[in-house]
């Protein structure tokens, strides 16, 4: 079992979950989240979640770095995992996290597994989610909220501190989640 095996399977499955929604709701592979991980699969709708893929023939060396990372920045996250890394990974999650099994059924070819739905998550921290923002969204955002004076010829990232301090942690929920979905000119998967 492949990552792609894993990946299409799961794609699938979304796509089935989200199709009353489908207007609504962005599907992206590989997203980068803080220059530092990207998910396998974001989900963007009314809400931003997160699956990553642990196949076969993956390990689980990079997974204590992601948990750090998805659980600053994502609603949701689920871990979709091959029955083989299950008891090594469960330690490494946070109880919010849901969890998935990827096995090779005889009959039905790979099948996924609900085994801990995904509950919201308590922790984002909103300078990390600003970092998803290009230095346009975020003069845009700044101005729209009449909160532009002064930073808008500064660096990226005094325009993030200057959204973050005016923003609760909802506010820049919203605001990223609703910029991420109706951005143009950027990767996107088919599904």
């Known amino acids: 079992?492949?990552?792609?095996?894993?990946?299409?399977?799961?794609?699938?499955?979304?796509?089935?979950?989200?199709?009353?929604?489908?207007?609504?709701?962005?599907?992206?592979?590989?997203?980068?989240?803080?220059?530092?991980?990207?998910?396998?699969?974001?989900?963007?709708?009314?809400?931003?979640?997160?699956?990553?893929?642990k196949s076969a023939q993956d390990t689980l060396r990079r997974l204590p770095k992601q948990?750090?990372?998805?659980?600053?920045?994502?609603?949701?996250?689920?871990?979709?995992v091959a029955d083989k890394h299950l008891a090594h990974a469960l330690p490494l999650l946070p109880e919010w996290w849901g969890v998935m099994t990827a096995a090779i059924s005889p009959d039905e070819g790979l099948v996924l597994t609900q085994l801990r739905e995904a509950q919201y998550n308590p922790g984002i921290d909103s300078s990390f989610l600003a970092t998803l923002l290009w230095r346009e969204e975020l003069l845009d955002a700044l101005e729209q909220r009449g909160i532009d004076r002064g930073v808008r010829s500064k660096p990226r990232h005094v325009l993030m501190t200057r959204l973050v301090e005016h923003l609760d942690v909802d506010q820049m929920r919203v605001l990223v989640r609703e910029q991420l979905k109706v951005r143009v000119n950027w990767r996107e998967s088919a599904a």
């Not at 929604?21 to 220059?35: H, P």
């Open 67 to 80: 948990v750090e990372v998805y659980s600053k920045m994502l609603d949701h996250m689920t871990l979709v």
């Open 1 to 53: 079992m492949w990552d792609r095996d894993v990946r299409m399977a799961l794609h699938a499955a979304l796509e089935r979950q989200h199709s009353h929604e489908r207007a609504d709701t962005r599907f992206v592979d590989e997203l980068s989240l803080a220059g530092e991980v990207r998910v396998d699969v974001a989900v963007l709708n009314g809400a931003f979640s997160g699956y990553e893929i």
